[in-house]
C-alpha cells in the first residue's frame, strides 16, 4: 500500500525538469495526470542516460482513484522536498517514517500535495519538480480579439475635448483682440 496524500487542486499539472549538472537536458509540465517513470529504457517518460539510474524506475505514482501522487525514491537517491505544510523533508538514509513518509522495502514513499515541490539527486542527475497551474494559452488570443470598449470610447472622447479645446483657445485668442481693435 502506497502512503498517499490529495493533491487538493487536480488542475496543477506536474513540471519536471532533468538537469546535469547546471545542463538541462529535458524540461516538461506533464498535462495528463499519470505515473511518471524515469530510467535507461526509451519507454519511460523520461529517458536518462547515467549508470545511477536504474532501467525503468516509477518515480511519481499516480493514484486516479483520489487524483494523488507519491513520489516513490530508491535507496541511493538523495534530494530535498517540500511536502504538507510547507515542511521541507532532507531525503537520506537516514530518512525515518512520518508525516506524510513511509519506508517500504528499502523504498522511500513520500506524499505530495499540491504545493509540493523539490529536486532528487541521482549520482550526477538533479530532477527538480513542482506543481503548477497550467498556462492559459487562450488568454491572448481572447484579449487581442475582445471588443475593446474603455479605448474605443477613449479614441472617441480625445478628439472631442480637442476640438473643444480649440474653439475656446479661438474665443480667447479673438474676443481680447476684437475688443482692441
Given at each position: 500500500m502506497v502512503c498517499a496524500m490529495a493533491v487538493q487542486d487536480s488542475k496543477k499539472i506536474l513540471r519536471i525538469g532533468v538537469f546535469r549538472g547546471k545542463n538541462c537536458l529535458e524540461e516538461r509540465e506533464l498535462?495528463?495526470?499519470?505515473?511518471?517513470?524515469i530510467g535507461q529504457d526509451e519507454n519511460n517518460t523520461f529517458c536518462i542516460l547515467s549508470s545511477a539510474v536504474p532501467k525503468k524506475w516509477n518515480l511519481f505514482l499516480y493514484d486516479s482513484t483520489t487524483n494523488t501522487f507519491t513520489l516513490c525514491l530508491k535507496k541511493g537517491m538523495t534530494g530535498r522536498v517540500v511536502g504538507k505544510d510547507k515542511q521541507s523533508i532532507v531525503i537520506d538514509?537516514?530518512?525515518?517514517?512520518?508525516?506524510?513518509?513511509r519506508i517500504v522495502d528499502g523504498d522511500?514513499?513520500?506524499?505530495?500535495?499540491?504545493a509540493s515541490r523539490g529536486r532528487i539527486v541521482i549520482g550526477k542527475i538533479n530532477i527538480l519538480f513542482q506543481f503548477i497551474s497550467?498556462?492559459?494559452?487562450?488568454?491572448?488570443a481572447r484579449l487581442i480579439y475582445q471588443p475593446s470598449g474603455f479605448r474605443d470610447k477613449f479614441l472617441e472622447i480625445v478628439p472631442r475635448m480637442l476640438w473643444y479645446a480649440l474653439i475656446f483657445s479661438f474665443f480667447a485668442h479673438v474676443i481680447p483682440l476684437v475688443a482692441i481693435g
Open positions: 498535462k495528463k495526470r499519470s505515473t511518471v517513470s538514509d537516514q530518512l525515518k517514517s512520518g508525516a506524510g513518509v522511500i514513499h513520500i506524499a505530495l500535495t499540491n497550467p498556462h492559459d494559452e487562450g488568454a491572448a
